[in-house]
């Protein structure tokens, strides 16, 4: 009778560990994708910088903050959020972003949206790519960016933006890539890679990949990437990845 037990209790142990596991994974593997509200960094695969900027201005064009790439990986001023187009394409907190959805990439230090017009880049004169907004972060339609992703690799995501995923971003008005060439400037950024928007998709340089962040967790009616989009979430959850974990200027604590 004993051994009966013993034996009945290791079962549905195995059975409770195998359906955590299992759950786990699964779980998981749903959460790979980037969602609205997520504060992150894009890496420049091609060159290996973040996307980053800071409260220095163009010396010509438009005279507006500038945008660069960076090598440093704990760099917070490398931190963009997730946020709705200004046309209001209904990208709500916790929402997965889909591969053809149009943002905004908010610049979380300075409050500034990634923004792109007809001004020449200093270096290369190709199209110049800057930081602007007001205070609250609201801009033009010069801020919005449609999510391009590469499908080359096969597997997929259901037409989600995979955090492992390659993608590249087009401005919605102008139609133009955000690309990284390689050429740096001198002082008062010494080092910093130029970010420009560049047509035909820009090769290797115009390629992102998510990488460190804070990703705001979907309800369970996102969590599937058939289903629509989800409800309002009022304080969801966090996934922290890469150097995130320290938060390099950044705590996941509920408060993004």
Request: charged share 20%.
């Amino acid at each position: 009778m004993m051994k009966l037990l013993f034996e009945t209790r290791i079962i549905f142990s195995t059975w409770i560990f195998a359906f955590i596991f299992l759950q786990c994974h699964v779980k998981g593997s749903l959460f790979d994708f980037v969602t609205c509200g997520s504060v992150l960094k894009l890496q420049n695969l091609a060159h290996n910088v973040r996307l980053h900027s800071h409260e220095v201005r163009y010396g010509s064009g438009s005279g507006q903050q500038s945008v660069t790439g960076v090598e440093a990986t704990e760099d917070a001023n490398s931190y963009w959020r997730v946020r709705d187009a200004t046309s209001g394409t209904g990208c709500r907190r916790g929402d997965p972003v889909r591969c053809g959805d149009t943002l905004r990439l908010t610049h979380l230090a300075t409050g500034k949206n990634l923004h792109s017009h007809l001004y020449s880049s200093p270096i290369t004169q190709e199209q110049e790519v800057s930081a602007y907004g007001d205070a609250k972060g609201e801009g033009d339609r010069g801020d919005d960016w449609t999510v391009v992703c590469d499908t080359s690799g096969g597997g997929g995501g259901g037409g989600l933006w995979l955090r492992s995923q390659r993608v590249r971003l087009r401005h919605s008005v102008t139609e133009r890539y955000l690309h990284v060439a390689g050429a740096r400037f001198g002082r008062p950024i010494a080092g910093q890679a130029e970010v420009s928007a560049v047509a035909s998709g820009g090769g290797r340089g115009s390629y992102w990949l998510a990488a460190e962040g804070v990703f705001v967790k979907p309800n369970e009616a996102s969590e599937s990437p058939g289903m629509g989009r989800a409800p309002s979430v009022e304080r969801p959850a966090f996934v922290v990845s890469g150097d995130g974990a320290d938060g390099g200027g950044l705590h996941d604590s509920g408060e993004l």
